[in-house]
């Protein structure tokens, strides 16, 4: 396959923002890739060159991009940086500029998909002393050989700038049309089942190129392949908790850590992988050298709650200071010393060569407390079967006593087992917070920001956040936020932000407010507020309450809380807020408070 067939699909992509076109525009591309190359066709689609979890990045700032471009245009780099300021785009300006080069290479052969794709993934592996300049001379070579939608593409690719809205859940949808045959919706299920299993879309369509959809059946749970995590629902009683498992419920403590799922070979170190895929051990020497001993055992997976303790008394700390080792790459050792950690388990879902996921949730549980050898570093999560509301009250308050968040319920029942990557009923969260005006804190993702003014000139000041909408791969405006941050954070988020800006609203963001500055949407915030209310402004959940009318936080606060173990796509969903809002109504309803925060003024 030639690199150009490739462009011209990005540039029909972003020739539209409609997620249904965008779909049967792939999904009349994909079955003619050849079979060698569809794995590396879907991975540069999303703008990547391996499956997320295992963190392959370019490391090609705009400045090496620059330099590259010098080479092949015979310009400055500070030329192209003063071209690229007025289009405020460097893929754009790239494309000019080889519009504008003398042809002196039109004999040279046009670039294929794999060779381009190998000479990334040779840029990528550079590193050390003289990896700029291989990065920046290899890329060059492509520039010099690559046509101008090429290279618009290409830098775009490099610089991590591709915004084309080709997400995840698109590949799915288009895979599924693709391979499917005449029941999409059946089609479309399998394929996503079988992407939970494994995280890697590259497998996913190298499979249903060479088998269809009857190759899937070969996708299996592996050590080294992170299974996306199950979630869980909200109900705002311990009773509704109950009623929504009659045939039992155990409740777990809800820790307030760092939820990691730890893949455990037969031999060599453990891997550990957070809840948005990022492999994390490095972070954690002290666990990854606990586990292999701490298991009767191995391979195993097994999924658990990273917590801080007190090295006085074993008491569970906050988060915060857990969250303190993330991304740290030195003091390792005065870290873990400062702040030891727990891992307690809460589910295994390999076993040896077999998969525990079709289990159901009893009988992995009895199988990790037989696998589990505690130590002082690994042991597990705290567990009741509960028999009634009474029992239920009483390990819900033990649990926050034990400086927990809450409880987790989870079924008993025979059909309760591990639906990776899905959110159900089957486990129900129950937090402190349901005990406020507004149940639970909220997951926002940043999609904008306001300047601050007075004490706050020069920095950011409150920033305009979104749910995200699973059905449309949106981030919809939920409200915006300038309250509960400190001085100190406001400078962090806003250095850390600013390379984050873009020039005009994120085609995947639905906002009616403007801010002074727009966002990629890429960093997530703990927030909480007072209620929610219908709003004709924001965004979220648009007119599927009310027509006319989405949903806003009233009041909303920062907890202080970066959820940078989360994905954008992790955040609140649409959905969720729906149900908060309809569970907020019934308890005012219930409470004889008259007017419902439906008749509330909007935000």
């Not at 070579?141 to 290279?151: F, G, Y």
Request: hydrophobic share 40%.
């Amino acid at each position: 396959m030639r690199l150009s067939e490739l462009a011209e699909l990005y540039e029909r992509i972003e020739g539209t923002s409609k997620r249904l076109e965008i779909r049967h525009l792939l999904a009349e591309v994909i079955p003619t890739v050849p079979e060698a190359e569809i794995d590396l066709f879907l991975y540069l689609l999303q703008g990547q060159l391996r499956p997320e979890y295992e963190g392959i990045e370019l490391g090609m700032a705009d400045s090496l991009a620059r330099k590259a471009l010098a080479l092949v245009s015979g310009g400055s780099g500070d030329s192209i940086k003063e071209l690229a300021k007025g289009s405020g785009d460097l893929g754009d300006t790239a494309r000019e500029l080889l519009e504008h080069r003398p042809r002196s290479l039109d004999d040279a052969p046009p670039l294929e998909l794999t060779e381009t794709y190998q000479a990334l993934w040779r840029m990528a592996r550079a590193t050390g002393e003289g990896s700029q300049e291989v990065k920046v001379r290899t890329f060059a070579e492509l520039m010099r050989r690559a046509s101008p939608v090429e290279a618009k593409h290409l830098v775009r690719f490099v610089l991590g700038k591709l915004r084309l809205g080709v997400k995840e859940m698109t590949l799915l949808d288009a895979l599924a049309e693709a391979f499917g045959g005449p029941d999409f919706k059946e089609a479309r299920s399998r394929i996503e089942e079988a992407f939970n299993v494994t995280s890697d879309l590259g497998e996913i369509g190298r499979r249903l190129r060479q088998g269809g959809l009857a190759a899937l059946r070969e996708v299996r749970v592996a050590v080294g392949k992170p299974v996306r995590p199950m979630l869980a629902e909200r109900e705002p009683s311990l009773a509704a908790v109950l009623k929504r498992m009659p045939e039992g419920a155990a409740f777990e403590y809800k820790y307030d850590g760092l939820r990691i799922q730890a893949h455990v070979p037969a031999e060599g170190s453990p891997r550990l992988f957070s809840r948005r895929l990022e492999d994390i051990g490095a972070q954690f020497p002290e666990l990854l050298a606990a586990l292999p001993s701490s298991l009767a055992s191995r391979p195993a997976i097994v999924e658990g709650e990273c917590v801080p303790v007190d090295p006085e008394t074993g008491d569970l700390r906050p988060f915060q200071e857990i969250s303190r080792r993330r991304g740290r790459k030195h003091d390792l050792e005065k870290y873990a010393e400062e702040v030891p950690i727990r891992y307690l388990l809460f589910d295994l879902l390999l076993q040896g060569e077999e998969s525990l996921l079709g289990l159901p949730y009893p009988e992995r549980r009895r199988r990790l407390e037989e696998l589990l050898r505690p130590s002082g570093q690994v042991g597990l999560a705290t567990r009741r079967e509960i028999g009634g509301l009474p029992e239920a009250e009483s390990f819900f308050q033990e649990a926050l006593a034990d400086g927990c968040e809450g409880i987790m319920a989870k079924s008993m029942a025979p059909g309760s087992t591990y639906r990776a990557g899905a959110r159900g009923f089957w486990w129900i969260k129950y937090k402190r917070e349901y005990t406020h005006e507004l149940a639970d804190t909220i997951d926002v993702v940043v999609v904008g920001a306001f300047w601050g003014r007075g004490k706050r000139a020069g920095k950011f000041g409150a920033f305009l956040v979104a749910a995200y909408d699973p059905d449309t791969e949106t981030f919809a405006t939920l409200c915006k936020v300038g309250s509960g941050f400190d001085e100190e954070s406001l400078e962090k988020l806003t250095a850390d932000l600013r390379g984050r800006a873009v020039p005009d609203r994120p085609e995947e963001v639905t906002s009616h407010l403007v801010p002074d500055v727009w966002l990629e949407p890429s960093l997530v915030l703990e927030i909480r507020g007072a209620e929610l209310s219908l709003s004709p402004v924001h965004r979220a959940a648009f007119g599927r309450l009310r027509e006319g009318f989405g949903l806003a936080l009233r009041f909303p606060r920062y907890t202080g809380r970066l959820r940078e173990d989360k994905a954008p796509e992790q955040a609140t969903t649409t959905g969720e807020l729906v149900r908060l809002y309809q569970n907020q109504v019934r308890k005012a309803a219930a409470e004889g408070t008259g007017e419902s925060s439906e008749g509330s003024p909007p935000t």
